[in-house]
T-cell receptor, first 114, second 112 residues
Framework: AQSVTQLDSQVPVFEEAPVELRCNYS??????LFWYVQYPNQGLQLLLK??????LVKGINGFEAEFNKSQTSFHLRKPSVHISDTAEYFC????????????FGQGTELSVKP | DTEVTQTPKHLVMGMTNKKSLKCEQH?????MYWYKQKAKKPPELMFV???????INESVPSRFSPECPNSSLLNLHLHALQPEDSALYLC???????????FGQGTRLTVV
């Protein structure tokens, strides 16, 4: 069975500072990896995805993530955050050839302070 | 058009009411999903439709009844709900294969 662990439930950071949101996964088969962002009272927006190939993936809003197979991690990074990045961030995995069922982590609340 | 549209945005219903949530996408995606999300929690999968056929039911109570009339539409029929069913209900769609899911803005449901 798959599982996703987001290591930090809350990450406070000052504006223009770098940030890393950590995600580890467990699966006995190959997976696809995703990061979603959810702003208050809204749905989820896909930030980026890793399917195969280059382990460094660039997404929208200046975010990027690096897939590390040996450490089963997929950490999200941004070199300089803005107030508008304040939101909930979810890491998710999906087994290759397993329909579309996404398994989500518990989420990380990113709070950017001025 | 890269949107998944959900209606209504908000819904308040009594425990004896029957209501329906609607979801529409025009991206040609053949997989569509219903998720339930409680406050401060990740979305939980309820149902998956693939090519208009129900492929996954995550042991959801029968008071929730999904329907996929065609490849663009997904409904969730609600009957005799309980207050604990109050949540944000999210619809999503994805292309077959490797794509990520696109989510709608959700319907905020309150059962009174």
């Amino acid at each position: 069975a798959q599982s996703v662990t987001q290591l930090d439930s809350q990450v406070p950071v000052f504006e223009e500072a770098p940030v890393e949101l950590r995600c580890n996964y467990s699966s006995s088969v190959s997976v696809y990896l995703f990061w979603y962002v959810q702003y208050p009272n809204q749905g989820l927006q896909l930030l980026l995805k890793y399917l195969s190939g280059s382990t460094l993936v660039k997404g929208i809003n200046g975010f990027e993530a690096e897939f590390n197979k040996s450490q089963t991690s997929f950490h999200l990074r941004k070199p300089s955050v803005h107030i508008s990045d304040t939101a909930e961030y979810f890491c998710a995995v999906r087994e290759v050839n397993q329909g579309g069922k996404l398994i989500f982590g518990q989420g990380t609340e990113l709070s950017v302070k001025p | 058009d890269t949107e998944v549209t959900q209606t209504p945005k908000h819904l308040v219903m009594g425990m004896t009411n029957k209501k329906s949530l609607k979801c529409e996408q025009h991206m040609g995606h053949r997989a569509m999903y219903w998720y339930k999300q409680k406050a401060k929690k990740p979305p939980e999968l309820m149902f998956v439709y693939s090519y208009e056929k129900l492929s996954i039911n995550e042991s959801v109570p029968s008071r929730f009844s999904p329907e996929c009339p065609n490849s663009s539409l997904l409904n969730l029929h609600l009957h005799a709900l309980q207050p604990e069913d109050s949540a944000l209900y999210l619809c999503a769609s994805s292309p077959q294969g490797t794509g990520g899911a696109f989510f709608g803005q959700g319907t905020r449901l309150t059962v009174v």
